[in-house]
């Protein structure tokens, strides 16, 4: 539901550790939104400041149910915590899908590419 084309690796997007093996978290961003993804369910920090855009919807995607959450929209500044919406060990990946509004994204998971 996010475009790949121009899509690359965004490791400054994190502002709290990478980690590794189980506990991986990878950043990824394109036009207009980005994505990180937690393998083992770890609080994140996002420097926002990284982004697009005045504010930024932000949603939880579960790999699972293929199924996207809305979480909070955020000015788009400084640093924010997201916690994965899970019990640590009992379905821990997750991912953080990060959308500038104005790009008008559709809700991960819904099926469609853009709202508009």
Do not use: K, N
Not at 21 to 44: E, F, K, N, P, Q
Not at 54 to 79: A, I, K, L, M, N
Not at 88 to 111: Q, R
């Amino acid at each position: 539901s996010r475009p790949l084309p121009g899509r690359e690796p965004a490791p400054q997007l994190l502002a709290s550790p990478a980690l590794s093996g189980s506990d991986i978290i990878l950043a990824a961003r394109g036009t207009g939104h980005a994505l990180v993804y937690s393998a083992g369910g770890r609080d994140l920090t996002i420097d926002l400041a990284q982004l697009s855009g005045s504010e930024v919807d932000t949603w939880w995607f579960d790999p699972r149910s293929g199924q996207g959450r809305h979480e909070r929209r955020v000015p788009r500044s400084g640093q924010a915590r997201f916690t994965p919406p899970c019990v640590v060990g009992e379905d821990p990946d997750w991912l953080l899908v990060l959308d500038d509004p104005a790009a008008g994204f559709a809700p991960p998971g819904t099926g469609q590419r853009f709202a508009r």
